[in-house]
Each structure stands twice: as structure tokens, then as C-alpha cells.
Nanobody, 119 residues
Framework: QVQLVESGGGLAQAGGSLRLSCAAS????????MGWYRQAPGKQREFVAR???????NYADSVNGRFTISNHNAKNTVYLQMNSLKPEDTAVYYC?????????????WGQGTQVTVSS
């Protein structure tokens, strides 16, 4: 079992920045990919960014160039630096972790952290 705990959400103005953190514990040897997803009210959960164990990153088109995902393996932590925030970035952000061969939606999830961007 992998446990994920997010932190760092909150309120920001449009154009501002926030940094999310996700700390993993438990069976971390099973983690090959860590990522962030978000869910806005009335919408489906969507992919935001991910990073693999070799440092490869991928981003959703909507956040590419504004958000940066990184990790600190020694601390089993992944970060999401969010710059140039927009009101449409408002959502609950969820941390995700899974091994290769298992889809993200079958992996482990954190409890979520609210990000609200005001215009």
C-alpha cells in the first residue's frame, strides 16, 4: 500500500503562484510514476502532469509552460509549481502514484487539496 498526502493548496489571484507538495509513504518501492490530476466542480478528473522515475515529465496542454512538476526522491516527494494561475485552474488537485504496467486510475490517490484562483 502507498499512502499519499498533499499540501500547499489555497487561494491565489490570477497571475499568481502556488506550490503543491505530495509526500509518499508505505510501499514506495512500487512507485514508478507520480503525477497530479485535478477535478473542478461538475467536471471529470483530468490529468495535469506526471514524472517518471527517470525524470521524464509530461504535461496537459492547458498547463504546459505554466506548471512544473519535480520530485525529491530522497524525500519521496513530488512537487507541482503552478505559475501564471488562471481562474480555470480552480479545482481539487489530487496526487497519484502507480507502477509501470498499472494505469494511473488504478494506482494510489491522495485526499486532494483545494486550489482556488480568483480573477
Amino acid at each position: 500500500q502507498v499512502q499519499l498526502v498533499e499540501s500547499g493548496g489555497g487561494l491565489a489571484q490570477a497571475g499568481g503562484s502556488l506550490r503543491l507538495s505530495c509526500a509518499a509513504s508505505g510501499s514506495i518501492f512500487r512507485i514508478d510514476v507520480m503525477g497530479w490530476y485535478r477535478q473542478a466542480p461538475g467536471k471529470q478528473r483530468e490529468f495535469v502532469a506526471r514524472i517518471t522515475d527517470d525524470g521524464t515529465t509530461n504535461y496537459a496542454d492547458s498547463v504546459n509552460g505554466r506548471f512544473t512538476i519535480s520530485n525529491h526522491n530522497a524525500k519521496n516527494t513530488v512537487y507541482l509549481q503552478m505559475n501564471s494561475l488562471k481562474p480555470e485552474d480552480t479545482a481539487v488537485y489530487y496526487c497519484n502514484a502507480h507502477p509501470y504496467g498499472l494505469g494511473a486510475y488504478s494506482g494510489s490517490w491522495g485526499q486532494g487539496t483545494q486550489v482556488t484562483v480568483s480573477s
